[in-house]
Structure formats: structure tokens, C-alpha cells
């Protein structure tokens, strides 16, 4: 069946740098999107980052961008989210996230398979 599992969250501190992997299974990242979204404590989930199938189009939320990429490893199924600059603004419980479509699209809306997410903790 579908699925999606994240790993590589932790703890680091302001201006540290982590990387999320997101691995797929039962279904190839050609005829997939994947989302990266995060929900922080009292706050509603939101997208971070988005890569679609086939021609890997991403998208980053402005609070993101330029300090995350997303990038994906078609041959070993996996999608990662390299993190760099964080800022206790960052901290946040990751998910990981797959959409049936290779349109990019990244709201959690669009998102059908999800995983059980990943801590991560920017701290002093």
C-alpha cells in the first residue's frame, strides 16, 4: 500500500542546519507529488515545501524559502528537505505527504497519504 515515512528530525540550534527524508513506498515519485508540511505547537499545519512527479516543480512557502530545498532521489523512491538558517520559528512537527497527481499543488488539502511526522526543535 502507500506510504510515507519521515525521519532525520531533531534537535539543533538557531542557524543549524538538518535534513528531513521522506521514504515512499507502494508507488513510484513519477506519477507522484510530495509535500512537506509542518504544524507547530498551537498553530495550524501549513505547507513548507512541494515537488510534483515527473517534472519535480517545487514550491516553497515564503517563510522558507531560499533557506529550505526540497529535492527527490527517483531511484531509491526518497524526497528530502535540506534545512538550513533555522530559526526557533522552525519548530514544528514535519510531515511528509503524497498526492496521486504530478501537477504541483501544495495544500495539505491536495494531500491524501500522510506520515506521522518528525520533531524538529530549533533551540538555544
Known amino acids: 500500500q502507500v506510504q510515507v515515512v519521515e525521519s532525520g528530525g531533531g534537535s539543533v540550534q538557531p542557524g543549524g542546519s538538518l535534513r528531513l527524508s521522506c521514504a515512499a513506498s507502494?508507488?513510484?515519485?513519477?506519477?507522484?507529488?510530495i509535500g512537506w508540511f509542518r504544524q507547530a505547537p498551537g498553530k495550524e499545519r501549513e505547507p513548507v515545501s512541494c515537488i510534483s512527479g515527473l517534472d519535480g516543480s517545487t514550491y516553497y512557502a515564503d517563510s522558507v524559502e531560499g533557506r529550505f530545498t526540497i529535492f527527490k532521489d527517483n531511484a531509491e523512491n526518497m524526497v528530502f528537505l535540506q534545512m538550513s538558517s533555522l530559526t526557533p520559528e522552525d519548530t514544528a512537527v514535519y510531515y511528509c505527504?503524497?498526492?496521486?497527481?504530478?501537477?504541483?499543488?501544495?495544500?495539505?488539502?491536495?494531500?491524501?497519504?500522510w506520515g506521522q511526522g518528525t520533531q524538529v526543535t530549533v533551540s538555544s
Open positions: 505527504a503524497a498526492r496521486p497527481r504530478i501537477s504541483l499543488r501544495c495544500g495539505s488539502e491536495w494531500y491524501q497519504y
Open positions: 507502494g508507488f513510484t515519485l513519477d506519477y507522484y507529488s
